[in-house]
């Protein structure tokens, strides 16, 4: 951090960075449109409440009962104050440019050296994420292709060809140069989620003599701990969310973030406490795995967690892709359509290539939780939007909380 990067941002930024909560920034005598606040906070809550909640029991086990509802707090209170600051950011960044509303942007409008940390830690969280959504869509479709057909073919051949045909289907929509998410998309995942979470209540069996209140041990404690960055993490869309926002204001930001931490504070600390408390130690890193699958319900299960983790991997890798161009093209993306086209075509199956022979080599979700959280959701989601707020902030008074 420099006084110089300091006055440069003060000079093009006048207003005080962190108005007190309901102030509107921009678009201040405009409708509150509740139509576009559920649409953000759809995108959102879908981000963040996915592949990491089939694992928060995997990560609880380690924590024990006090501290892993501990951690769900905390990470939970440390990702909403990030997603306000990136939505005081991005309101004084839009008042003072007529640039397109970015990670990118935004950092190299405050701190350009470090500008490139923030997509480089967007591509590796959502790599990872797609990686989770190949390797659980896979293992979860071959359980129950397998219980359903007697077919004499090794459960591992199974679970390679449904992950083949998976990204095959799923290939044009990764081609394209850009995609949206819709409202009705969203709310179906979101609701397939939910029934994943009423599953863990109808079969759990919760006794304490299977849980520790304690962590085991420390190191099982920090190992863990990307787990929880992973799955509250969803800050890597709110800027996408808020150039869709026909009035895009602080205040419908400051809801958007409350609802969709709120929602995946209920649902993680619901599918990490009884399933703990059911399985103990024994706890798989993802927890379907411990239901009876020849129940009926939990086949459901299977292929509600299927559809809504596999319609997921499109709205992954494309910031993975977008962060990647920019970083190859140091910013200078461009702008024949030629060129773009060639480029994303080789880059989208090397990807797409990549995740699909990861996914088919890993089979502990654990595993990629935490290598994603620690490396990319711990640097883009948390490390970064501070310093870059502190860099905001360089040379200013005014302010006030």
Request: proline fraction near 4%.
């Amino acid at each position: 951090m420099t006084q110089s990067a300091g006055n440069r941002t003060g000079e093009n930024i006048k207003a005080p960075l962190l108005p007190h909560l309901g102030q509107k920034k921009l678009g201040a005598d405009s409708p509150f449109d509740n139509d576009s606040i559920v649409g953000g906070y759809s995108v959102l809550t879908k981000s963040m409440i996915g592949s990491g909640m089939l694992g928060m029991a995997y990560a609880g086990c380690q924590w024990g009962f006090v501290m892993g509802i501990l951690a769900c707090l905390v990470t939970a209170g440390i990702t909403y104050f990030t997603v306000y600051v990136l939505a005081v950011m991005a309101m004084e960044y839009m008042s003072a440019s007529n640039g397109e509303l970015s990670f990118f942007n935004v950092a190299k409008f405050v701190s350009p050296k470090t500008s490139w940390l923030i997509d480089l830690g967007v591509a590796v969280k959502a790599f990872g994420a797609s990686v989770a959504y190949i390797q659980i869509v896979g293992s979860l479709m071959a359980e129950v292709v397998l219980q359903g057909f007697s077919l004499g073919i090794d459960r591992q051949i199974v679970k390679y060809i449904v992950q083949i045909v998976l990204v095959v289907l799923l290939a044009p929509a990764v081609y394209c140069k850009s995609i949206t998410s819709t409202k009705a998309v969203n709310m179906f995942g979101i609701a397939n989620l939910a029934y994943l979470a009423l599953l863990s209540i109808v079969y759990a069996r919760p006794s304490w003599d299977n849980v520790t209140l304690w962590p085991l041990s420390v190191s099982g404690l920090f190992s863990r701990l990307p787990v929880f960055i992973f799955c509250f993490s969803c800050q890597q869309n709110l800027y996408k969310v808020c150039n869709e926002l026909r009035y895009p204001t602080l205040g419908k930001l400051e809801k958007m973030g409350i609802w969709t931490v709120l929602s995946g504070l209920v649902i993680y600390t619901t599918v990490m406490i009884f399933p703990y408390m059911t399985f103990g130690e024994n706890v798989d890193s993802n927890f379907l795995h411990n239901l009876p699958l020849e129940s009926y319900p939990v086949k459901l299960g299977y292929i509600a967690a299927s559809l809504s983790l596999g319609i997921n991997l499109p709205l992954a890798m494309h910031p993975c892709r977008n962060s990647l161009t920019v970083l190859w093209y140091k910013g200078n993306v461009p702008s024949d359509p030629v060129k773009e086209r060639r480029f994303r075509v080789m880059l989208t199956t090397l990807l797409l290539a990549s995740i699909t022979i990861l996914g088919m080599a890993v089979d502990s979700l654990g595993i990629i939780m935490e290598l994603a959280g620690l490396l990319g959701g711990n640097t883009m989601c948390y490390v970064m939007p501070t310093y870059l707020y502190c860099v905001m902030f360089t040379g200013q008074r005014d302010w006030s909380w």
